[in-house]
């Protein structure tokens, strides 16, 4: 399990997913995008990342593109969290995301709602969630996000190990 995460949210995402995990039997590293040198030995991959100005963060990019062939040899899960009406619902980039799921093959990928709290923000943040009339507030939904982590759970335990 691996999520970027610049305040802290999606970070809280990636854990209730990966107890989802742990809770199912499967034992499940968490690992900052940045810090994931290789995919190999696992038997599976969740990547996330908060979407900032219609973007994954750059961490989650560079995880997916450093490690896109291992990553195709094993069953990948995608997640975004941003505030899915704003500042920008159309600038989420949808292509990318599709690009991303096509590329390694992904089994899925969700958007989970957010978090947005003003007194994490820098000013420059302030300034660009106010142009695009953005709204304050936690609109996660982590028995959303537990129900997704245990989907995934079911699948991998109805499958064979592929490591040793
Ligand atoms: C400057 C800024 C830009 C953002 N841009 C988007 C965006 O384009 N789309 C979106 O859905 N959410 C956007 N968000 C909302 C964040 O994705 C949301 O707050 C997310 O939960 C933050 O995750 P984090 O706490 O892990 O960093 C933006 C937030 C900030 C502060």
Known sequence: MSAASKHGSTREIAAVVAQALE???IACDVVEPADVATATGYDAVVVGSAV????WLPDARDLVDRLAEQLREVPVWLFSSGLADQPSKRGNSAPATTARVESLGARGHRHFPGKLDVLQLSLAERATILAARGKYGDNRDMD???AWGEGIAAELVAEP???A
């Open 23 to 25: 809770s199912a039997g």
């Open 52 to 55: 900032y100005i219609g973007q």
């Open 161 to 163: 190990a592929r490591t």
């Open 144 to 146: 959303a996000v537990r």
